[in-house]
């Protein structure tokens, strides 16, 4: 079993904790060692100052200045003569011979303002002086270790006192800081553990940060696999298409054409008798056939896309060849066709058939959205190295919500349609290295405009 690790968050505070005590501690223990440092030399020069105020007058037997001394230096003062006998001193007759004694058995030689460190009863450090005032007579102001103890102790405290709370002021923001780096780490944790299927539209919060950018990857990452699955069931739906294709062209083109062969020899029989109404009869027969071979061959292409035969063609005279054939449809449906067709159209390497079936195919969709009649125009033109040619109609429009599955097998907005034919065209548009794109149009209708690759010169 893998051990446990720690969290982000803690994996952050750590170091950065454990850096942070030993830099406090270093800096208090040089704190320390440099103020105790100071407060020694600061009572060494306070003591050796007294000794040299008290040597040069005749200041050194007075018990009033003897006391004022000690209240402001905190050290004692003895004046004696050679001989060992005190004349004046803030200490007590046995500390002061303490203090004599102490002196007498030091190896250190006398001089002025000598400073020395004895023994009286404790760490003492004394600076002695010779009075000029009188004859044989000696000054020794003495301070207790104790008393710069006590101050190196207040001063101690008062530095682990301040690094502790600046200690804890780290911790306490390093923490803070962690949490709000793991913090949005930790959201979008969250947020990836309840991705499914079914809430793959659901996105990440971004933002400018690093984890900002990371949720934004993510995201990028759920629209690849998003498009990825629309590309999946499109692909299974054009399987299924093709199956379906496969069994039509088996199923219902042969007796279809048989039908055919069949209308068309009883509508010559009934011709050549002067039966017009039954000729009129089977004319509408004939045209429902028609219709059901556009979907076979819908179909048909689908399952069987085969390579494109290309020639150079005319893009204008494809478009004119198109609106010629069902010319007399459109008029029929009172729809009024304007040809807008540039000159400079070039002469381009297409499939002709094809792509005139693809026309052909968007036309009537036109013609569909307009039951009552309208306006029709085709349109070429060249724009950016690129040859369009567009199909516009003031027609009822496509459902926005379909325009993203327009292009879909079996999506379709119209009652009869079986939502193939688009899928075609857009397949024919493609082997020919284009595109399409269908768009509502203002104030009402659809805009469809291919743009095919202009013609290259080597």
Avoid at 59 to 84: C, E, M, N, R, W
Avoid at 393 to 413: E, K, N, Q, T, W
Wanted: glycine share 10%; net charge neutral.
């Amino acid at each position: 079993m893998a051990p446990a690790r720690l969290r982000l968050q803690y994996r952050i505070l750590v170091p950065f904790a454990l850096v942070a005590l030993l830099a406090s501690a270093a800096t208090a223990l040089v704190t320390l060692r440099v103020t105790s440092a100071t407060i020694e030399a600061r009572a060494e020069a306070q003591i050796q100052n007294a000794a040299r105020l008290l040597s040069s007058g005749g200041f050194a037997t007075s018990p009033v200045i003897l006391g004022s001394v000690k209240a402001i230096t905190g050290a004692d003062v003895v004046t004696y003569q050679s001989s060992g006998q005190v004349l004046a001193s803030t200490l007590s007759p046995p500390d002061s011979v303490a203090v004599l004694t102490a002196l007498s058995s030091s190896v250190q030689p006398h001089g002025p303002s000598g400073l020395r460190h004895i023994d009286c009863g404790g760490p003492c450090y004394v600076a002695t002086g010779v009075v000029s005032a009188g004859a044989d007579l000696h000054v020794a102001v003495v301070m207790r270790g104790e008393a710069l103890s006590a101050g190196t102790e207040n001063v101690t405290r008062q530095v682990v006192l301040v690094v502790f709370l600046g200690l804890v002021a780290m911790v306490l923001v390093s923490q803070f800081v962690a949490r709000r780096v793991t913090a949005p780490l930790d959201a979008l944790v969250r947020f990836t553990r309840g991705v499914t299927p079914e809430t793959t539209q659901a996105r990440a919060p971004t933002g400018p940060d690093e984890v900002g950018r990371l949720g934004g990857a993510f995201n990028d990452m759920l629209d690849r696999i998003e498009e990825s699955r629309e590309a999946l069931v499109r692909s299974e739906k054009l399987g299924l298409a093709g199956l379906f294709a496969a069994r039509i062209a088996h199923d219902v083109r042969n007796p279809l054409s048989s039908i055919k062969m069949q209308t068309q020899l009883l509508q010559m029989r009934l011709s050549d008798v002067g039966d017009g109404q039954g000729v009129a009869a089977l004319d509408g027969v004939q045209r429902d056939i028609t219709q059901v071979e556009s979907v076979i061959r819908d179909l048909l292409e689908l399952a069987r896309p085969g390579e494109l035969r290309r020639e150079l063609t005319s893009l204008n005279a494809i478009v004119e060849a198109t609106l010629d054939q069902l010319g007399p449809q459109l008029a029929y449906r009172k729809i009024r066709v304007e040809r807008r067709l540039t000159p400079e159209a070039p002469v381009l390497s297409l499939d002709g058939r094809r792509f005139q079936q693809a026309l052909l195919n968007i036309v009537n969709n036109a013609a569909d959205a307009m039951p009552t009649g309208g306006e029709l125009v085709m349109a070429t033109g060249c724009e950016a190295g690129l040859v369009q040619v567009s199909v516009a109609d003031d027609g009822v429009g496509v459902d926005p919500a379909m325009l993203s599955r327009i292009f879909d097998p079996f999506v379709s907005s119209k009652r009869e349609g079986v939502g193939l034919g688009l899928v075609n065209v857009k397949a024919v548009v493609e082997q020919h290295g284009g595109t399409i794109v269908i768009a509502p149009r203002s104030p009402r209708g659809t805009l469809v405009t291919i743009s095919l690759p202009g013609p290259t010169h080597g």
